[in-house]
């Protein structure tokens, strides 16, 4: 079996697919064409923000997040310490530091109450100025943000939504991509909502936001691509993946059930022997993956491998412990939540073909 079955999704949309991207062929318009005006529109629509705009990954579009909020060197930018690499590299390629949060214990997400200790020590310490925060909705779950959104009130801090993984969970109704000043998304293949190659966007409610970005994403244009007011960079969507994505996104509500009836399928026959995942009340995941704990993990693994079922590990190494951040500084035991869950959680297969 497949981890993430991309050869099923495609078999079911293949005929829709196909007729999209050879719409964008007989047009010829590959870069910026008509296709990408439309899904902007359709994924606004379906997040419940005034604006979503495309760019070229999930990388570059929280780049762009930090590029409109002014991130600079002698910056503090708070993220969870059990994430991807880029939701933390690409604060320090703004030349800010990345200021690492332990997770919550039972969503893995980044923990409201160790994020306003590490605040406050930053505060306390007065070397860097505190501006803002990216929460991740790791494995599909929306992170923390009531709470999340009350402490970047109290403490005057930007929240940026990193929904790569996220996307189609919600909190009481309001969808993921949806929080904070401004939120992101990757279309990598593997994400739940994924195109045929590199692909992101970023959803704001704000409309200087939304311009920036806009030129942001063009080489800092002004009224054309010839007037640069700004420094930016080369972030477009090609048509060709907007295309894939219209479709995709059509299917996509029903992807998510059936996401949702496998992750219950697997708490029920799992919960008896390992930690499965916790979603709390009135929040819906998205199941970018479906994680459990073992202190066994290696064994276990090895077991599943041996009946032709494969299983991956996100993530092996928190950001803290990562050869690039060693210049911060953080030791063993810094972030002990997390630091358990890098040597026990191990992901089964989950995509909408179960």
């Given at each position: 079996?497949q981890?993430i079955?991309l050869?099923a999704q495609?078999?079911?949309l293949?005929?829709?697919?196909?007729a999209?991207?050879?719409?964008?062929?007989?047009?010829?318009?590959?870069?910026?064409g008509p296709?990408v005006?439309?899904?902007?529109?359709?994924?606004?629509?379906?997040?419940?923000v005034?604006?979503?705009?495309?760019?070229?990954?999930?990388?570059d579009?929280?780049?762009?997040?930090?590029?409109?909020?002014?991130?600079?060197?002698g910056d503090?930018?708070?993220?969870?310490?059990?994430t991807?690499?880029?939701?933390?590299e690409?604060?320090a390629y703004?030349?800010?530091?990345?200021?690492?949060?332990?997770?919550?214990a039972?969503?893995?997400?980044?923990?409201?109450?160790?994020?306003e200790?590490?605040?406050?020590?930053?505060i306390?310490?007065?070397?860097l100025?505190p501006?803002?925060?990216?929460?991740?909705?790791?494995?599909?779950l929306?992170?923390?943000?009531?709470?999340?959104?009350?402490?970047?009130?109290?403490?005057?801090?930007?929240?940026?939504?990193?929904?790569a993984?996220?996307f189609?969970?919600?909190?009481?109704?309001k969808?993921?991509?949806?929080?904070?000043?401004?939120?992101?998304?990757?279309?990598?293949?593997?994400?739940p909502l994924?195109c045929?190659?590199?692909?992101g966007?970023?959803f704001?409610?704000?409309d200087?936001y939304?311009?920036l970005i806009?030129?942001?994403?063009?080489?800092g244009k002004?009224?054309?691509?010839?007037?640069n007011?700004?420094?930016?960079m080369?972030?477009?969507?090609?048509?060709i993946?907007?295309?894939?994505?219209?479709e995709?996104?059509?299917?996509?509500?029903i992807e998510l059930?059936?996401r949702?009836r496998?992750?219950?399928c697997?708490?029920?026959e799992?919960?008896?022997?390992?930690?499965?995942?916790?979603?709390?009340?009135?929040?819906v995941?998205?199941?970018?993956?479906?994680t459990?704990?073992s202190?066994?993990?290696?064994?276990?693994?090895?077991?599943?491998?041996?009946?032709?079922i494969?299983?991956?590990?996100?993530?092996?190494t928190?950001?803290?412990?990562?050869?690039?951040?060693?210049?911060?500084?953080?030791k063993?035991?810094?972030?002990?939540?997390?630091?358990?869950?890098?040597k026990?959680?191990?992901?089964?297969?989950?995509?909408?073909?179960l």
């Amino acid at each position: 079996m497949q981890f993430i079955d991309l050869e099923a999704q495609y078999l079911h949309l293949k005929d829709k697919i196909n007729a999209r991207i050879q719409k964008v062929l007989d047009h010829g318009q590959y870069i910026m064409g008509p296709e990408v005006q439309e899904l902007e529109q359709k994924l606004a629509e379906y997040v419940g923000v005034k604006h979503a705009i495309t760019c070229a990954n999930g990388t570059d579009a929280l780049t762009l997040a930090m590029m409109v909020l002014g991130i600079k060197e002698g910056d503090a930018v708070f993220c969870p310490t059990f994430t991807f690499f880029a939701t933390a590299e690409v604060i320090a390629y703004e030349g800010a530091t990345p200021v690492f949060v332990d997770s919550d214990a039972d969503t893995f997400n980044i923990c409201p109450i160790d994020l306003e200790k590490r605040i406050q020590k930053v505060i306390e310490d007065g070397v860097l100025t505190p501006k803002a925060i990216i929460a991740v909705d790791l494995f599909g779950l929306p992170a923390n943000y009531p709470e999340i959104e009350k402490v970047a009130k109290k403490y005057s801090l930007k929240l940026v939504e990193d929904a790569a993984q996220g996307f189609g969970g919600s909190i009481k109704g309001k969808r993921a991509g949806s929080f904070g000043d401004m939120a992101t998304t990757s279309f990598f293949p593997a994400k739940p909502l994924g195109c045929y190659g590199d692909g992101g966007a970023v959803f704001t409610n704000n409309d200087e936001y939304a311009e920036l970005i806009k030129s942001y994403r063009v080489h800092g244009k002004g009224h054309d691509k010839y007037d640069n007011v700004r420094i930016g960079m080369n972030s477009r969507l090609d048509t060709i993946q907007a295309a894939i994505l219209i479709e995709k996104l059509a299917e996509f509500p029903i992807e998510l059930i059936n996401r949702n009836r496998a992750a219950k399928c697997y708490e029920l026959e799992l919960s008896p022997m390992y930690v499965t995942p916790k979603v709390p009340q009135h929040y819906v995941s998205s199941w970018a993956q479906y994680t459990l704990m073992s202190g066994e993990r290696d064994t276990v693994m090895a077991a599943y491998k041996d009946k032709g079922i494969p299983t991956f590990v996100y993530y092996k190494t928190c950001m803290h412990q990562q050869t690039a951040f060693e210049y911060l500084n953080y030791k063993v035991g810094d972030f002990p939540v997390a630091e358990r869950l890098a040597k026990q959680v191990f992901s089964l297969p989950m995509h909408g073909y179960l």
